[in-house]
């Protein structure tokens, strides 16, 4: 059964289509969507097993999630996108721009990975917090969670953005299944040797403090993808768009806007 997907629109412009990560509904991206719509007619959507979305049976795939993507496109009337994805979302990017390139204009990879055993392997802070979670309360999992996901700097001098994503993924709060579906698309994900393949005029973006995704990961995606460019985002965690909204928006911008 083909799940349903709950997706919404803003703004206008040129079509811009938003794939968030694992664990994060649409409401991830609160703080560029302003400054997004902007400048562009901005799609997000819940991807399966999360927030308003449907959440069947997993294991996920990339592909499947892809394949999501690619109905959200068709169900909005968009033809062809802009694309950006963040973690999770930015392996699904690659996946669309890969195996539906007319239906990709520009993409923008942020803190994510090629995926496979020739990728930087998971930070070993994330890999620590991930077998202590076990034994912690939910709550303070959870929190453990939106706190290593921000750089330490952000998590000491601006709690808000701690109290703000924990309340959001509290009232979005995944069943361990959906989660473990979402979780088993990326660890199946490798794109590595096809990313010589993708076409699409691609923008790489990482936070030099992300201890979730190794920011050597995003010098691998440059250095695979044809004419990709990287920016670094110093000072700044896995969530560095939530610690420098302008700038990421800035950038994103700029990019998308780019002459031909």
């Given amino acids: 059964m083909i799940p349903r997907i709950v997706w919404e629109r803003h703004g206008a412009g040129t079509p811009l289509l938003l794939i968030h990560g694992l664990g994060y509904a649409r409401w991830g991206w609160e703080p560029v969507l302003p400054g997004l719509v902007e400048r562009f007619d901005v799609i997000l959507f819940d991807n399966r097993g999360i927030g308003e979305s449907d959440a069947p049976a997993g294991p996920y795939t990339v592909a499947e999630m892809a394949g999501d993507a690619v109905r959200v496109l068709d169900e909005s009337g968009v033809e062809r996108a802009h694309v950006v994805g963040t973690s999770l979302g930015g392996m699904i990017a690659q996946e669309l721009a890969l195996s539906r390139p007319e239906r990709v204009d520009r993409l923008v990879l ?5 995926g496979g055993p020739k990728a930087h392997p998971m930070p070993k802070a994330t890999v ?4 202590e979670a076990a034994t912690l309360e939910p709550a303070v999992a959870l929190r453990r969670f939106v706190e290593n996901a921000l750089s330490p700097t952000t998590v000491e001098t601006r709690p808000e953005i701690v109290e703000r994503i ?9 069943h361990q299944a959906a989660w ?8 199946g994900f490798d794109a590595h040797d096809r990313l010589g393949d993708l076409a699409a005029p691609t923008l790489v973006q990482h936070g030099a403090e992300d201890v979730v995704v190794d920011p050597g990961n995003g010098d691998l995606l440059a250095r695979l993808i ?6 670094a985002f110093p000072a700044t965690g896995h969530l560095f768009f939530w610690e420098e909204p302008s700038r990421f928006v800035a950038s994103v911008a700029s990019f998308l806007e780019e002459a031909p």
């Fill in 166 to 174: 924990l309340a959001h993924r509290l009232a979005t709060a995944q």
């Fill in 226 to 231: 044809p004419g990709a460019r990287l920016l």
């Fill in 128 to 131: 620590a917090l991930m077998a």
């Fill in 180 to 187: 473990a579906g979402q979780a088993a698309a990326g660890l």
């Fill in 110 to 114: 942020a803190c994510t990975t090629p």
